[in-house]
């Protein structure tokens, strides 16, 4: 026996029913999957994110939660986009490496990791650098367990009209969040945190009319977040490359609601 409890790498433990899903076979090309499975997934995490789903989609990405965060920042911010990441921890210090990966133009405003990040600073970076286009934050900086105040910095990043990214990874389905209430446009998440599924996917809850305008702008074929969004809508659930069917298949629908209720 390891001397520490038996988690996935969520770090969460998965159902019995969870579990069960596996035992049968599913392909990457089956409507049961794809229009039964695939489409009610991306449905149901949109509602669980926003009290205006009309106004918002989700994209399901192959890979762990980086890929997502990846997928994101080089779909949503173009050459000419200036990124400011707030970072109190590692997954923040992580958003910073995959921009200077991509060449985003960016500036990682630190905080102490035993601190949240503070509104206030990010104001005051915002009133001096109108050059800044996005905003990216992590939630909950699942290294120290530190939960953001992602309502206070909504307020600030919405004020000052710049597009807002949130890494909600490890709050996600756990921590209610309305994106619409508070004006975020890029939520990332995964399979395998709160929505307590095993690991092999990600996803980004996307402003649908901000996502629209991001066709061209991925400098990674795979990780192109538009083009995986637009054959998702187009092939009612088909993924583009081969979709890691058994863990969306185990993606436990009910719990989708947990954090709402
Ligand atoms: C888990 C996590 C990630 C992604 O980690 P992966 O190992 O790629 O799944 C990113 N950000 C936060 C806040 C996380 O908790």
Same mark, same amino acid.
């Given at each position: 026996?390891?001397p ?7 770090p969460? &433990? +998965? *159902?019995?029913?969870?579990?069960e899903?596996?035992m049968?076979d599913w392909c &990457?090309?089956d409507?049961? $999957?794809?229009?039964?499975i695939?489409?009610k997934?991306r449905?149901e995490l949109?509602?669980? #994110? +926003?009290s205006?789903?009309?106004?918002y989609t989700a994209?399901l990405?192959?890979?762990? /939660?980086?890929f997502c965060?990846?997928?994101t920042l080089?779909t949503?911010? %173009?050459?000419?986009d200036?990124?400011l990441?707030?970072a109190?921890g #590692?997954?923040?210090?992580?958003m910073g490496v995959i921009?200077?990966?991509y060449?985003i133009?960016?500036h990682?405003?630190? @905080?102490?990791e &035993? ?9 005051? $970076?915002?009133n ?6 996005h ?12 939960l953001?105040?992602? #309502?206070?910095? #909504? ?8 597009? @807002?990214?949130?890494d909600a990874?490890s709050? !996600?389905? /756990?921590v209610?969040?309305?994106m ?5 446009? @890029?939520?990332i *998440?995964?399979a ?5 599924g095993?690991p092999?996917f990600? !996803?980004?809850?996307a ?8 066709? /061209?702008v991925? %400098?990674s074929? *795979? ?7 637009? &054959?998702?809508?187009k092939?009612?659930?088909?993924? %583009?490359f081969? *979709? ?8 436990p629908?009910?719990?989708?609601? @947990?954090?709402?209720?």
């Amino acid at each position: 026996m390891r001397p520490y409890l038996l988690l996935t790498p969520g770090p969460l &433990t +998965t *159902s019995e029913t969870v579990k069960e899903a596996m035992m049968s076979d599913w392909c &990457t090309w089956d409507e049961d $999957y794809n229009v039964g499975i695939v489409e009610k997934i991306r449905k149901e995490l949109v509602t669980l #994110a +926003t009290s205006r789903p009309e106004d918002y989609t989700a994209v399901l990405m192959q890979g762990s /939660g980086t890929f997502c965060v990846e997928s994101t920042l080089g779909t949503a911010i %173009r050459p000419t986009d200036h990124l400011l990441i707030a970072a109190n921890g #590692a997954y923040g210090n992580r958003m910073g490496v995959i921009a200077t990966y991509y060449g985003i133009q960016h500036h990682v405003l630190k @905080f102490e990791e &035993t601190q949240p990040v503070d509104p206030k600073a990010i104001d005051t $970076y915002l009133n001096e650098h109108p050059e800044v286009t996005h905003v990216s934050v992590i939630h909950c900086e699942t290294t120290t367990g530190v939960l953001n105040p992602l #309502a206070a910095v #909504a307020e600030v990043v919405k004020r000052h009209g710049k597009t @807002f990214i949130v890494d909600a990874m490890s709050s !996600f389905g /756990g921590v209610p969040i309305d994106m619409a209430a508070l004006g975020i446009d @890029f939520l990332i *998440s995964s399979a395998n945190k709160c929505i307590q599924g095993v690991p092999g996917f990600g !996803f980004v809850i996307a402003r649908r009319s901000l996502l629209e305008q991001c066709k /061209g702008v991925a %400098r990674s074929l *795979s990780l192109d977040l538009y083009d995986q969004w637009d &054959t998702m809508e187009k092939g009612h659930g088909k993924w %583009r490359f081969t *979709s890691p069917t058994h863990v969306v298949q185990c993606c436990p629908n009910k719990k989708l609601t @947990f954090g709402l209720n």
